[in-house]
């Protein structure tokens, strides 16, 4: 098997062009056999969008806003933990860039946009960059099926793969404790050349957990508000299902490597499992605009962190300057 796992990457290494025509012939199956699985629902769901209510989309895009704008947080505070410390509009900036990248097909971008942002706010440790992404989308995900389980208890009709779900969770969750992930990853760095992967407290990884729950409400909110504009009526208890969604949809984009960004897979998902609380037309409705709102936040945030609060840092690394003098 190792023999066969390292002719797999020698051959990924040496014809990256057949990896990424590969990738983008298997998106266009998918997204044809969810077309032709859809087509029903295309025109009620083609008169929802263009009826869509503009105040409620801006609403849900401020929402989706403050899902980035808190998630970049937690990204924060595992890297203090390890003593590394980045100022808010570059932690933003790395994170902004590192979501677009997962537009590019080939699944080696995303990591890469993060460290060379990294890099470029003066973190040059790309080892520790890497390992701090893992945990982000490690507890995030296992957050994110914490709270679409507990959801189901007021939410009925979900048609999802509960037991798989389930035990995803329950698996990240064991490679993510400390005394599996720091020897695992460690044991990895190592055979690159680097350094013994510091400790993560126990005590953060739980406080992270309960935020990263909390992040994923702020984003059911967003989608709470995008049925809405398309004239569905799900009830507030519902907001605590639909982040569930919204995790359930993240997680699944991370798993369906072949689709750039999730795209596809990800709007199949969260059209499933929506059904449980909208019509066909209005889930099919908000989960395109959905995509739209997460695309445009994503590039607003790059916008916002590259341009509007540069000069925030600069303004601070001159004072660090004037203060050493």
Not at 36 to 60: K, M, Q
Not at 193 to 207: C, D, F, N, Q
Request: glycine share 10%.
């Amino acid at each position: 098997m190792p023999g066969r796992l390292s002719s797999v990457r020698r051959f990924a290494s040496a014809h990256p062009r057949w990896i990424v025509a590969a990738q983008l012939v298997l998106l266009a199956v998918f997204l044809g056999s969810v077309g032709w699985a859809l087509r029903g629902s295309l025109h009620d769901a083609t008169d929802d969008l263009r009826n869509a209510d503009p105040v409620l989309f801006t609403l849900a895009c401020v929402a989706v806003a403050a899902y980035y704008l808190l998630f970049v947080l937690g990204w924060m505070r595992i890297l203090a933990d390890w003593d590394i410390h980045l100022s808010y509009p570059a932690a933003l900036r790395a994170e902004m860039v590192s979501m677009l990248a997962k537009y590019v097909p080939g699944g080696v971008w995303t990591p890469a946009a993060r460290v060379i942002a990294a890099r470029r706010a003066g973190v040059t440790d790309g080892a520790l960059v890497t390992a701090s992404m893992l945990l982000e989308a490690g507890i995030s995900a296992v957050a994110g099926v914490i709270v679409f389980v507990v959801s189901l208890a007021w939410v009925k009709g979900v048609n999802a793969p509960i037991a798989p779900l389930i035990a995803f969770g329950v698996v990240v969750a064991v490679l993510l404790h400390p005394r599996v992930f720091r020897p695992l990853a460690s044991k990895i760095l190592r055979r690159l050349g680097y350094h013994e992967l510091p400790p993560l407290r126990g005590a953060t990884m739980l406080i992270l957990l309960v935020f990263y729950s909390a992040t994923w409400i702020v984003g059911g909110v967003g989608l709470w508000l995008l049925l809405r504009s398309v004239g569905a009526h799900p009830d507030v208890p519902s907001i605590v299902f639909l982040g569930g969604v919204s995790a359930v949809g993240a997680i699944v984009a991370v798993v369906s490597f072949f689709a750039p960004s999730g795209l596809g897979p990800r709007e199949a998902s969260m059209y499933g499992l929506m059904l449980a609380v909208a019509g066909q037309g209005a889930a099919l409705g908000a989960t395109v605009l959905n995509r739209v709102a997460i695309t445009l936040v994503e590039v607003l945030l790059l916008v916002v962190g590259g341009l509007l609060l540069r000069g925030h840092d600069d303004e601070d690394a001159l004072e660090a300057a004037d203060a050493r003098t």
